[in-house]
């Protein structure tokens, strides 16, 4: 079946520390991948996604490598800001799009 | 475009009352999806629409819920008969009939059963 599983929360770091959110996947055919973003109070918003093996989805300065060898897909940025506090969803489709997988989600904090 | 809306915003009933919930997708969207989110988890797939098809629906839903999609634009979900347990942010999502195109999702639902 079709699955995604991503590091437990909540990650608490300070401002400008390097950021990795693990996430790995579970998918029959080829999946895509995304990555979400949701601030307090708002809907889930795309942060970047790739669609095949080797892509490097990339936004706002956060990166993610959709590795297949691994089956990860794991969430980067080199400098974290306050503003980057949120919570991250590491999600999939397949190809016929009928669904979205998504993980549990991470929670992220960043201090002053 | 506006993005995906959805209507009410929060809605609060009590136990044995039925709810509906509506969605307008982005207008091009073909695809139309319902998930339910609560607190600490991810969004759980609840069904999904192909113009005014219903062409997946998760077992987790229970006969109580019902959608709709009558001229293939906006949806509604209906939950009959509340529960506590249907207390939940209900988010409605659309996407372009292309494969591997990301979902566009609205702010939700928050459904609060007293």
């Known amino acids: 079946g079709n699955s995604v599983t991503q590091m437990e929360g909540p990650v608490t770091l300070s401002e400008e520390a390097f950021l990795t959110i693990n996430c790995t996947y579970t998918a029959t055919g080829y999946p895509s991948l995304f990555w979400y973003v949701q601030y307090p109070g708002e809907g889930l918003q795309l942060l970047l996604k790739a669609t095949k093996a080797d892509d490097k989805g990339s936004n706002k300065g956060f990166e993610a490598t959709y590795r297949k060898e691994t089956t990860s897909f794991h969430l980067e940025k080199g400098s974290v800001q306050v503003s980057d506090s949120a919570v991250y969803f590491c999600?999939?489709?397949?190809?016929?799009?009928?669904?979205?997988?998504f993980g549990t989600g991470t929670s992220l904090t960043v201090i002053p | 475009d506006t993005g995906v809306s959805q209507d009410p915003r929060h809605k609060i009933t009590k136990r044995g009352q039925n709810v509906t919930f509506r969605c307008d997708p982005i207008?091009?969207?073909?695809?139309l999806y319902w998930y339910r989110q609560t607190l600490g988890q991810g969004p759980e797939f609840l069904t999904y629409f192909q113009n005014e098809a219903q062409l997946e629906k998760s077992r987790l839903l229970s006969d109580r819920f019902s959608a709709e999609r009558p001229k293939g634009s906006f949806s509604t979900l209906e939950i009959q008969r509340t529960e506590q347990g249907d207390s939940a942010m209900y988010l409605c999502?659309?996407?372009?009939?292309?494969?591997?195109?990301?979902?566009?999702f609205g702010q939700g639902t928050r459904l609060t059963v007293v």
């Open positions: 999502a659309s996407s372009l009939t292309v494969m591997n195109t990301e979902a566009f």
């Open positions: 207008s091009e969207h073909n695809r």
């Open positions: 999600a999939l489709t397949t190809n016929t799009g009928n669904q979205f997988y």
